[in-house]
């Protein structure tokens, strides 16, 4: 396996979603993820984009936000190293939920629609986990809106 492909792989088994997978399908994600550099304050993707796949932040951090038609932003979550975004728009066909932005100098790994979803249909257990992940998330976001009643998330 080439050197790049084995640091992908190394990345790779530090996400929560890849985690306990078997070094085949690590190696399957890692000959497909597609490294890709940012500047800080460099626009990812931004909400309501179609979805091309997910990503992986193997150094640097990113911002994950919403904007308010006023044009205020509302900060979802500072990631970094180890985290993915993105799961849900890759399994349920939509668009970018939220926009990501570069905090400081990043590099993300990305990963394809098609090949992730190919990886769930051949490995089942990898969608259970992102279902935990994202299920998690929504968890923490509903016990957020909870606590700050100004915030209204949509129902429906």
């Not at 000959?31 to 550099?37: C, E, F, I, Y």
């Not at 979802?76 to 100098?105: M, Q, R, W």
Request: glycine residues 10%; aromatic residues 8%.
């Amino acid at each position: 396996m080439p050197e790049a492909t084995v640091n992908v792989g190394q990345t790779l088994t530090k996400v929560q979603i890849f985690s306990g997978l078997a070094e085949n399908e690590l190696v399957f994600l890692a000959q497909r993820a597609v490294p890709r550099h940012y500047s800080a304050g460099e626009i990812v993707f931004s909400e309501g984009e179609p979805c091309s796949g997910l990503y992986v932040v193997e150094s640097g951090h990113v911002r994950i936000f919403k904007s308010s038609s006023g044009g205020r932003e509302h900060v979802l979550s500072v990631d970094g190293p180890g985290s993915s975004i993105a799961e849900l728009p890759v399994f349920d066909g939509g668009n970018y939920p939220a926009s990501v932005a570069a905090v400081d100098e990043a590099t993300l790994l990305f990963i394809s629609k098609q090949d992730f979803q190919g990886l769930c249909l051949a490995h089942p257990q990898v969608a259970l986990k992102v279902l935990r992940v994202v299920g998690g998330r929504l968890r923490r976001w509903w016990e957020l809106s909870r606590s700050f009643p100004s915030l209204r998330f949509a129902t429906g």
